[in-house]
């Protein structure tokens, strides 16, 4: 049996009301023998202290404040707080020390760009002469002690924690992992803090596991190349066995299950904007967000030649940032309205019958948007395969036959097989009973005939 080691004295210093988005908490501000402060978020009461919803978040000021999607912190912090708000009784210690794993910020700064050089998080930590890890947890047990905890059910995917809380004399009645959906910025630190650091399982279950928790879906979307004049395009949608990704009434809701649905949601946290055009927002209303998975949503991207966009739509609230696209077809009032709204509204030159599109992926690309999720409609799909700027695709499909109704790719204007679009390095996957399709867009053999895109308000 492991020694308890004595705790560290704390000082309570001061005891408030704390409402936040995530519901009402008592917070309790302690300062301890280092000099530094510790937050406690408690909900509800403790009671005699047994089996708390229990986190020890290590401060993160550009995951927690700046939503920084290079870590997981922001996303570890917000999923605790709505855990411990839905359960009504349990406790989060912010620890304001932790900064960068213990080295500080403007260390971790300078780690990041080791990391950008190409070291993971471990040798930048090392190449600068610090600890892989200086963290110490023993004031953060001595806070829990002064609050009356007595065992926890602990959320982490950090062993050290759970040994440091175990050796502080507070048991562990169940150990709670936090998986996150990777994104393209975070997924070789996340992939580190499991392979080196012993982390349990950061990215979620592999493809094909069981239903809605969080997906690894590094193994679906490929390797994000970096391009250098427009993002690098992941094409998805979800069809039929006959090819349908609507019925003749334009319903599309669900064509597939929510095991499927869940690993597209893991796609758009790994991606950095998401991609529709308003025909879908006018017929689905959709949010284009993260919901089934903890991730980071990307920033939603609409394409509308003459901003037919209405105001009270889903895509404009402020769950994610939202860039519209347009042409010189829409109305300065129309643009200054969405302005208003914290909108980023773009104008483009125009194709034949609606935004073109490799005018908007510059765009695009010069905002610093290096990956893009396109979910469609059929226009905006035929359009990106039309123009060859897809680089991947993932098609679902369902165990439904609709017979009549739309189509997911129209017209290319391909007309002999020979020059049909290729697709290599094919994998399949299983999502539920949804099957999953997955291969990079090759050179077509024979040239598609382009024309303008299609009318995009669909």
């Given at each position: 049996m492991v020694e308890a080691s004595p705790a560290k004295p704390v000082e309570e210093v001061a005891r408030l009301r704390l409402p936040t988005s995530f519901g009402s908490f008592g917070l309790h501000a302690?300062?301890?023998?280092?000099?530094?402060?510790?937050l406690a978020l408690v909900a509800g009461s403790l009671g005699d202290g047994?089996?708390?919803?229990?986190?020890?978040?290590?401060?993160?000021l550009t995951g927690d404040a700046l939503g920084s999607l290079r870590c997981d912190c922001g996303i570890q912090l917000r999923g605790a707080l709505r855990a411990i708000a839905a359960e009504g009784r349990g406790v989060l210690v912010y620890a304001t020390n932790h900064e960068g794993r213990g080295i500080g910020l403007v260390n971790k700064l300078l780690a990041y760009i080791g990391q950008d050089q190409g070291l993971d998080t471990v040798d930048a930590n090392l190449r600068l002469g610090l600890p892989v890890d200086g963290r110490n947890y023993e004031e953060a047990a001595a806070v829990l002690k002064a609050l009356g905890v007595r065992t926890v059910r602990l959320m982490t995917n950090n062993p050290r924690k759970v040994?440091?809380?175990?050796?502080?004399?507070?048991?562990?009645?169940?150990l709670r992992a936090m998986p996150v959906a990777s994104n393209i910025n975070n997924l070789v630190y996340l992939s580190t803090k499991r392979d080196r650091l012993g982390h349990h399982n950061p990215l979620g279950r592999d493809l094909g596991a069981a239903a809605v928790a969080p997906t690894d879906v590094s193994k679906l979307i490929g390797d994000i190349r970096p391009l250098s004049d427009r993002p690098f395009v992941v094409l998805k949608y979800a069809q039929t066995l006959d090819g349908r990704i609507a019925t003749s009434t334009g319903d599309s809701k669900w064509i597939s299950g929510v095991e499927e649905r869940s690993v597209s949601h893991g796609l758009r946290a790994h991606c950095d904007a998401i991609l529709v055009g308003t025909g879908t927002v006018l017929r689905d209303?959709?949010?284009l967000t993260?919901?089934?998975?903890p991730g980071s949503s990307p920033i939603r991207v609409v394409v509308d030649s003459s901003l037919r966009l209405p105001l009270h739509a889903h895509v404009l609230d402020h769950e994610a940032p939202t860039i519209v696209i347009t042409t010189d077809r829409s109305q300065e009032s129309a643009r200054a309205s969405l302005r208003e709204r914290g909108v980023n509204v773009r104008v483009v030159p125009a194709g034949k019958?609606?935004?073109?599109?490799?005018a908007a992926l510059r765009v695009l690309r010069e905002m610093g948007i290096r990956s893009l999720l396109v979910e469609g409609g059929s226009r905006v799909i035929t359009s990106f395969l039309a123009h060859q700027v897809v680089d991947r695709m993932i098609v679902s499909i369902a165990s439904k036959i609709l017979g009549d109704g739309t189509e997911a790719v129209?017209?290319?204007?391909?007309?002999?097989?020979g020059n049909?679009?290729?697709?290599?390095d094919r994998t399949v996957h299983l999502a539920g009973e949804d099957l999953l399709i997955a291969a990079d867009v090759a050179q077509t053999a024979g040239e598609l005939v382009c024309q303008e895109p299609a009318d995009l308000r669909r």
């Open positions: 302690f300062r301890c023998e280092s000099n530094t402060v510790y047994t089996d708390l919803l229990t986190r020890i978040h290590s401060e993160c040994e440091a809380l175990r050796s502080s004399g507070i048991p562990i009645t169940e209303d959709p949010q993260v919901r089934l998975v019958d609606g935004v073109h599109i490799p129209g017209d290319l204007g391909i007309t002999r097989i049909g679009v290729v697709l290599a």
